[in-house]
């Protein structure tokens, strides 16, 4: 359905962003964005290009320092954590094993010249797994939940079509059980017949693994069916955010509005 | 309080700032309540907010001002003022909806799409779906059909899938939207018996019906929104 699934209430936030800001120089790329991830929630960043929303979505992952405010993160052992004071073993651990990260261009996310099992291996590799038959079963299992033909196993992925390639950086990302994933415009470059699958796909996938997650995307109908919530940005600011079906179906700004309505019907 | 739902002086207007902010008033001064068991159905005409105050309800649209009180999990919360989270929680444990149009993800077999509120809450999947086929049978789509996307069904088989999707849990509260509209007469009478029998297990309803005779049959108590009409 076009709902996504639900999450459970759970008290304590998985992240927490507060006043998060980033200029460069004088241009304010994002302002004042303040917000808590529950776990298994997931989170859609819209806005146009320009908006902010891929500024906020690398502040949040660790990947650019904010000029303001601060991103803090409940680390396994279930204490909250300052992502600026973390040690680099600390870093390592959460890029490596708690977290995902989907690219828009999957060519980011993986290495195109080694083969499907290796990119999906090597997440395993840095965990400390190192029995090779254990690994190469893993892989294996993780081709077949995103729908690859496991005889593809050793083809590296630049022999593979656009929507393959994104459904093994997906497969990449969660073989580690991660608790957090971001995921900037996953559907982004694909054909639309394509996109269905795909979304249908990781809507499954998040629900199963109980995952949290923070979409970044522009297109209204991917918030939709993933997220829970959405929060609407422009011009580095969130304008509005809320329950994603009562945002879109009762928007209250006027972006919003003019967002909304700018869909053309299919 | 025994009600399931309990509404007092909501109200919700619309301000259109794409057409220069004009303020559209839908409702206002929504006060009902419904309890265990029974099934209240909502009279006016089109246009009258019938459907705004369903959404409302399940807190799709947003209430700007008044009180939906609704007994969850042993206590009452307000839908007026919830977090996101809650009533995400209210609609998985507590209100479940039928809406008129089904809106599927592509791609999911019909049996799935009616099971899946089931395995959402925790229910075996083999389970459910024996659930869903029993529900999809009654409601006379045949078995060849199930493991086909709804997509390409026609109108009234689409709000069958619909229908048993909304009645396969066992929620406390549902809400129809012109659940019989595009229905032929035995599978209008199938519906009838459906909310029959979740009266029969105290769930309280909130019905659009334009059928005056199903109406008749369901209804054990009409509230006439054109009283809450916001006259601008």
Redesign the interface.
């Known amino acids: 359905m076009a709902e996504p699934q639900d999450v459970t209430l759970d008290d304590e936030p998985l992240l927490v962003a507060e006043h998060l800001g980033k200029n460069y120089g004088r241009l304010t790329a994002c302002r004042d964005v303040s917000f808590a991830l529950f776990p298994g929630e997931v989170l859609a960043i819209v806005g146009e290009s320009g908006s902010g929303k891929s500024t906020l979505l690398q502040l949040l992952s660790a990947q650019l320092a904010p000029s303001a405010g601060r991103v803090s993160y409940r680390m396994r052992d279930g204490v909250l954590r300052d992502l600026a004071a973390l040690g680099e073993a600390e870093r390592r651990f959460l890029f490596r094993t708690d977290w995902g990260y989907v690219h828009q261009d999957p060519a980011q996310g993986l290495r195109m010249a080694v083969s499907a099992g290796a990119n999906v291996g090597e997440r395993l590799m840095a965990v400390g797994w190192n029995h090779y038959g254990r690994i190469r079963d893993t892989a294996s299992s993780w081709l077949e939940r995103v729908e690859i033909d496991t005889a593809r196993i050793d083809d590296a992925p630049r022999t593979y079509s656009g929507g393959m390639r994104q459904r093994l950086q997906i497969a990449r990302n969660l073989v580690t059980e991660p608790r957090l994933v971001f995921m900037d415009e996953p559907t982004g470059g694909l054909d639309v017949s394509v996109q269905a699958r795909l979304l249908d796909l990781m809507r499954n996938l998040v629900s199963e693994l109980g995952l949290a997650a923070i979409v970044v995307t522009h297109d209204l109908a991917v918030a939709r069916l993933l997220s829970h919530r959405v929060m609407v940005m422009k011009g580095g600011r969130v304008v509005e955010t809320g329950l994603t079906d009562q945002v879109l179906d009762d928007p209250r700004e006027p972006y919003t509005q003019l967002l909304v309505s700018s869909i053309l019907p299919a | 309080m025994t009600a399931m739902i309990d509404i007092s002086n909501a109200e919700k207007t619309?301000?259109?700032?794409?057409q220069g902010g004009v303020e559209l008033p839908v409702v206002r001064g929504v006060s009902f309540h419904v309890e265990p068991g029974e099934c209240v159905v909502l009279s006016g005409p089109s246009g009258a907010g019938k459907s705004s105050i369903l959404?409302m309800i399940f807190?799709?649209?947003?209430c700007d001002g008044g009180r939906i009180g609704i007994r969850h999990q042993g206590a009452v919360i307000d839908l007026a003022t919830a977090e996101?989270?809650?009533?995400?929680?209210v609609?998985?444990s507590t209100i479940g909806y039928v809406s008129q149009f089904l809106?599927?993800?592509?791609?999911?077999a019909t049996i799935d799409?009616v099971a899946?509120p089931l395995i959402?809450n925790g229910t075996a999947r083999a389970e459910a779906r024996e659930k869903a086929g029993a529900l999809l049978r009654r409601l006379n789509i045949p078995e060849r059909l199930w493991a086909l996307p709804p997509s390409t069904f026609s109108g009234g088989e689409q709000q069958r899938v619909n229908i048993a999707?909304g009645f396969i849990s066992d929620l406390p509260i549902l809400l129809l939207d012109e659940p019989t509209a595009s229905l032929d007469a035995a599978n209008r009478a199938v519906v009838v018996e459906l909310i029959e029998e979740k009266k029969r297990q105290g769930v309280a309803m909130v019905a659009i019906v334009h059928d005056d005779e199903i109406r008749h049959l369901i209804a054990d108590r009409v509230v006439d929104v054109t009283s809450f009409a916001a006259a601008a």
């Open positions: 619309f301000t259109m700032h794409l959404k807190g799709n649209y947003r996101p989270r809650q009533v995400l929680s609609r998985r809106r599927a993800v592509p791609r999911v799409v899946e959402a999707r």
